[in-house]
């Protein structure tokens, strides 16, 4: 007789296969931000350094990209980076960039050991690299700020996972909520953490899942509908969304500088789960979500949260309606064509570039 697991402890064994399988590839994967900003849009024009296709851009390092005498970096580098552009003297060098290092400050709501590392790499690798920069492409108004001395570029991210079906909101059993989070949320899901908590006693059918490991709340570690999965590489988190339907998503956002110069892409995560997103009310999401069609936004104050959910668990059509407003959102501000174009355009190969 076959044994039927929770769906809860089956979600964990699906992340581990994912797993498994991302491990096994040859090509080492981009990162989020390659994807997201470069690397999915363009993907039939970049070849690798071996590949003798004829593609007009080649992949020489996990963040480092070459088109004739451009380079384009996408947010780190190191010595290998450097030392080609040293070499190399390329007339243009474009800085993909999502972080605002100008807001690193004990009040940014960063884990302190992160922000120590976003500190040692502006003041190390990427003070170096800035010599080399002459353009600076990021998804932010107030990252670009930073710049002035640069020819600055705003580029919105891509939506780089497919369009997750819906047909979960009308199962009648089992309410699944999704927190995807990084560490560097980990203040942002803290504030809202014991209102969650409150629901998820009060709603043993509802089910949380988040990436946050043994970082997450306390109060959410204790709850035994709650599955806290560690973080995924890219190509692996990739292969979970494809695998794994959301009712609701929660992207809370303390109002800090760094938070309010992220880009919208967890707009298009929670779009891929099939989910109603539920976001703070403020940039990057105040800005493209209209509140009631595509998400819902909210202030930050726990209560309005624990409201929602609330609100949402007691029929699923209004999770369904928002789940579908988000994904006609997310297809409409995360066009590849559009990023693809935008590349296209600034690495000079007209050929490639359809006529408007």
């Known amino acids: 007789m076959a044994v039927l697991l929770p769906e809860i402890i089956k979600r964990g ?10 491990a ?11 994807a997201l900003y470069f690397a999915d849009p363009l993907a039939g024009f970049i070849g690798t350094r071996l590949d003798n296709s004829g593609r007009p851009i080649r992949r020489v390092t996990r963040t480092m990209f070459v088109s004739g005498r451009c380079a384009i970096i996408i947010r780190y580098v190191g010595d ?9 003297k390329f007339v243009r060098v474009y800085l993909v960039i999502d972080d605002n290092f100008g807001a690193l400050d004990p009040q940014d709501g960063l884990p302190p050991d992160y922000r120590q590392r976003l500190l040692a790499y502006r003041d190390g ?6 010599p080399f920069v002459t353009h600076v492409v990021a998804p932010s108004d107030d990252i670009l700020s930073h710049y002035k001395n640069k020819i600055r570029l705003r580029l919105d991210p891509a939506q780089c996972h497919g369009a997750g079906g819906l047909a979960h909101h009308r199962r009648p059993r089992g309410l699944d909520i999704v927190v995807a989070a990084t560490r560097s949320h980990l203040q942002d899901v803290a504030f809202v953490a014991d209102a969650v908590a409150d629901f998820l006693k009060a709603r043993p059918d509802a089910r949380l899942t988040t990436f946050l490991n043994g970082h997450a709340p306390r109060v959410l570690r204790n709850l035994p509908n709650a599955e806290h999965l560690p973080m995924l590489g890219w190509e692996r988190y990739r292969a979970f969304v494809a695998e794994n339907r959301f009712h609701i998503a929660l992207a809370p956002a303390l109002d800090t500088a760094f938070n309010r110069a992220r880009s919208f892409s967890r707009v298009h995560d929670h779009a891929a789960y099939g ?4 976001y703070s009310q403020q940039p990057p999401f105040s800005g493209v979500v209209t509140h ?3 998400g819902l936004l909210l202030h930050n104050d726990p209560q309005r949260w624990r409201d929602a ?3 949402l668990s007691e029929g699923h059509d209004n999770a369904e309606r928002l789940a579908a407003g988000g994904q006609n959102l997310s297809r409409r501000i995360g066009s590849r064509a559009r990023v693809r174009n935008f590349w296209l355009r600034e690495l000079e190969l007209a050929a490639f570039v359809p006529e408007t």
């Open 275 to 278: 989910a109603a997103g539920l």
């Open 80 to 88: 290998r980076e450097l030392g080609i552009l040293e070499r190399r």
């Open 309 to 311: 959910l609330q609100t």
């Open 13 to 22: 064994i699906r992340a581990k296969l994912a797993n498994a399988a991302a």
């Open 24 to 34: 096994a590839r040859l090509t080492p994967p981009h990162s989020p931000s390659a």
């Open 292 to 294: 009631g069609q595509s």
């Open 125 to 130: 690798f990427m003070r170096r690299l800035m």
